[in-house]
Nanobody
Framework: QVQLVESGGGLVQAGGSLRLSCAAS????????MGWNRQARGKQRELVAQ???????NYADFVKGRFTISRDNAKNTVYLQMNDLKPEDTAVYYC?????????WGQGTQVTVSS
């Protein structure tokens, strides 16, 4: 079974940057979209950014202009570059791949932004 492994989370001061990576353990076929979601403590999981197989991007309003999603197809990896981080960005960040058959989720990586 293919697994997604996130990395790159950590503790950063407000205004700082982090780059999250999400690597698939094997090639995944028929991908419709790749994305990042986040869940803050006590809140529901929410979409942060999504990248379709056709190259279209979709960002939540609260990250527009600060976060960028990208991918490396050869490495089966999706990235999330996060700049100008704010304390309210503190959450567990999850990547997911949506295929024609199912959706695959990673285990999550913690991002903590101090004020």
């Amino acid at each position: 079974q293919v697994q997604l492994v996130e990395s790159g989370g950590g503790l950063v001061q407000a205004g700082g940057s982090l780059r999250l990576s999400c690597a698939a353990s094997a090639s995944i076929f028929s991908i419709i979209a790749m994305g990042w979601n986040r869940q803050a403590r006590g809140k529901q999981r929410e979409l942060v950014a999504q990248l379709t197989s056709g190259g279209r991007t979709n960002y939540a309003d609260f990250v527009k202009g600060r976060f960028t999603i990208s991918r490396d197809n050869a490495k089966n990896t999706v990235y999330l570059q996060m700049n100008d981080l704010k304390p309210e960005d503190t959450a567990v960040y999850y990547c997911n791949f949506i295929t024609t058959l199912n959706g695959i989720w990673g285990q999550g990586t913690q991002v903590t932004v101090s004020s």
